[in-house]
C-alpha cells in the first residue's frame, strides 16, 4: 500500500500539468456546489421565515362550536404531546370596523396573553413606536391603519362590532410586521379585552402554536390530533395551507440538485478520462513495474491512490474557492440599506458532504485507469515499447 502511495504521488508530480487540470476542475464544481448548495439553502431559509417564522404552524380550531370554552387543556394537551410543539398561545379573534371622522374601516381585532402571542408573531421586534397592551383596554395597532386613521400614541379608537355595540381602546403602540394586510388591518390587544369586545365570556377562537422543525408540522398535528380529548376541534398546519409555497421550494430544491449532480459527472467524467490517459502514458512504466514484481492489485491501486489525492486536493481548494465565492457574493450583491440581497445559510454537513462527494467521484472515476492498469501484460508493453 504504501509503494502503490508513493508511486502515484510521484507519477502525479511528473505530471504536474494534467495534475493541476484535473484539481482545478474539481475545486471549480465543489465551489459550485457550495456556492449554489449555501444560496439555495439561504433563499428558502429565508423565504420560510418570512412567510412562516413569525406565524403559527399548527393551528387548533374549533369545528362545529364557534369558540374554544376549554382552551387551557388544549394548551396542556399540546404541550404533552410532543417536546417539539413550543410558543402556545390562545387567541380570540374577531372581525370589526374602526371608525375615524366620518369614515368605517374593517379591522382585525386580535386578543392574546401578549407574552406568548409575541413568541410567534415578534411584536416586540415590530414596534415601531411605543409599547405593547399591558392593560385592559389597551392596544397597539399596525403603522399603515394608524397613518390611515390618523392616530397617534395614548390616542383611543373608536371600534364597531357587526351588531352595532362599540368599545374604545387606547392605542399604546404601532407595528410594522414587513405584511401590508396586517399593518393595514390588526388590532392587538389582551385577551381579556378581546373576549369582552367579541362577547366570547371566557373562551377563544384558536390555539396557535410553532414546532422546533418547521417541516416536521403536518406529522406533529397528526400527533396533537390523537393526543386532544375534544373531538369537536381540528387542527391544521401550514404545510396544508401552503402547498404552492411547498411546491416552489420543492421544485427549487429539484433544479439545484440536478445541476450539481450535472457538474458532478462532468467531474467525474474529465477525471476519469485523464487518468486512462495516464494509464496509457505510464504504461511502460507499469510494465517495468510488474516486470520487477508488483502485484495487479497494488498496480490498480496507484491510479486509485491518484484518484483520493486528487479528490482531497481539489475538494478543499474548492471548499475554499466556494467561501470566497459567496463573500463576494455578499459583498456586492445587496440591498440600499446594506443587507445581502439573499442570505447565507451556511450548513456544515452540507458543506462537508460536497467534500465527500467529490472525494468519493474521484476515486470512482480512478476505477477505469485501475481497470487498464491491472490488464497491462508487461512482455508486450516492454517489447512494444
Known amino acids: ?35 449554489l448548495g449555501s444560496l439555495i439553502g439561504g433563499l428558502q431559509t429565508s423565504l420560510i421565515d418570512s412567510t412562516i417564522g413569525s406565524s403559527p404552524q399548527i393551528t387548533v380550531l374549533p369545528d362545529d362550536e364557534t369558540s374554544i370554552k376549554e382552551w387551557e387543556r388544549v394548551v396542556y394537551e399540546a404541550e404533552i404531546s410532543s417536546d417539539e ?3 402556545i398561545a390562545a387567541a380570540a379573534d374577531g372581525t370589526a370596523n374602526i371608525e375615524y371622522g366620518n369614515e368605517s374601516d374593517p379591522v382585525l381585532v386580535r386578543g392574546f396573553n ?27 395597532i399596525g403603522m399603515a391603519l394608524a397613518e390611515t386613521t390618523d392616530t397617534g400614541i395614548n390616542d383611543r ?40 369586545i367579541l362577547y366570547l365570556d371566557k373562551s377563544v377562537t384558536s ?11 403536518d406529522n406533529l398535528a397528526r400527533i396533537l390530533e390523537y ?23 420543492n421544485s427549487q430544491s429539484v433544479s439545484s440538485y440536478m445541476i450539481q449532480a450535472f457538474v458532478l459527472i462532468a467531474v467525474l467524467l474529465g477525471i476519469a478520462s485523464v487518468l486512462a490517459i495516464s494509464a496509457v502514458q505510464k504504461s511502460k512504466q507499469l510494465g517495468i513495474l510488474k516486470a520487477m514484481g508488483i502485484r495487479d492489485r497494488s498496480a490498480s491501486m496507484i ?14 481548494i ?24 439573499v442570505p447565507i445559510y451556511v450548513n456544515i454537513f452540507f458543506i462537508a458532504l460536497s467534500g465527500l462527494f467529490a472525494v468519493s467521484s474521484a476515486v470512482i472515476a480512478s476505477l477505469i485507469p485501475a481497470r487498464i492498469s491491472s490488464r497491462l501484460n508487461p512482455i508486450e508493453v516492454i517489447r512494444n515499447g
Open 1 to 35: 500500500m504504501r509503494l502503490a502511495f508513493s508511486i502515484a504521488y510521484r507519477f502525479l508530480k511528473s505530471g504536474k500539468s494534467q495534475t493541476l487540470l484535473i484539481i482545478l476542475g474539481i475545486s471549480i464544481g465543489v465551489s459550485v456546489q457550495v456556492f
Open 85 to 87: 410543539i413550543i410558543n
Open 114 to 140: 401578549i407574552e406568548d402571542g409575541d413568541r410567534i408573531y415578534k411584536f416586540s421586534e415590530g414596534l415601531m413606536e411605543g409599547r405593547l397592551p399591558g392593560q385592559k383596554d389597551e392596544a397597539i
Open 157 to 196: 379608537i373608536l371600534v364597531t362590532r357587526p351588531d352595532g355595540n362599540t368599545s374604545r381602546l387606547t392605542v399604546t403602540g404601532f407595528f410594522d410586521l414587513q405584511v401590508a394586510s396586517i399593518n393595514e388591518s390588526w388590532i392587538v390587544t389582551n385577551l381579556e379585552t378581546a373576549q369582552d
Open 207 to 217: 390555539v396557535e402554536m410553532q414546532t422546533t422543525e418547521v417541516f416536521e408540522a
Open 227 to 249: 393526543t386532544i380529548s375534544d373531538d369537536s376541534l381540528k387542527v391544521e398546519n401550514w404545510k396544508d395551507r401552503n402547498r404552492q409555497l411547498l411546491s416552489g421550494l
Open 303 to 316: 491510479f486509485i491512490f491518484q484518484g483520493f489525492i486528487l479528490g482531497v486536493a481539489g475538494a478543499l
Open 318 to 341: 474548492g471548499i475554499m474557492l466556494g467561501f470566497v465565492l459567496l463573500y463576494i457574493f455578499t459583498t456586492f450583491a445587496v440591498n440600499p440599506d446594506g443587507s445581502p440581497v
